[in-house]
Nanobody, 123 residues
Framework: QVQLVESGGRLVQAGGSLRLSCAAS????????MGWFRQTPGKDREFVGV????????TYADSVRGRFTISRDNAKNMVNLQMNSLKPEDTADYYC????????????????WGQGTQVTVSS
């Protein structure tokens, strides 16, 4: 069973950059598509982006496309979310999640979740 731990969240000014990391344990990490989601109080988790098991393909939400980049290193069991040109509306708790279907972008399709890391973007 894969376990996930996110890190890197902090307070950053609008226009700045931040890199979130998700460390995975378990030998089957490379079998999973890895997604990033975010959540603000009172709202459902929002899809941010996903990378396929090999790292060749990525898909992003319209709200972050061109600003955020997901990468993974299967040898190190890591997946990263590089966030550039941050906006106050990017403020949220960010979660990485493991799923078996790269083409599914709903939270229910991801079975393994980290505990989340908080990102706050000040204006």
């Amino acid at each position: 069973q894969v376990q996930l731990v996110e890190s890197g969240g902090r307070l950053v000014q609008a226009g700045g950059s931040l890199r979130l990391s998700c460390a995975a344990s378990g030998r089957t990490f490379s079998n999973y598509a890895m997604g990033w989601f975010r959540q603000t109080p009172g709202k459902d988790r929002e899809f941010v982006g996903v990378i396929n098991y090999s790292g060749v393909y990525t898909t992003y939400a319209d709200s972050v496309r061109g600003r955020f980049t997901i990468s993974r290193d299967n040898a190190k069991n890591m997946v990263n979310l590089q966030m550039n040109s941050l906006k106050p509306e990017d403020t949220a708790d960010y979660y990485c999640a493991a799923g078996v279907n790269y083409y599914r972008h709903d939270a229910d399709s991801y079975s393994i979740w980290g505990q989340g890391t908080q990102v706050t973007v000040s204006s």
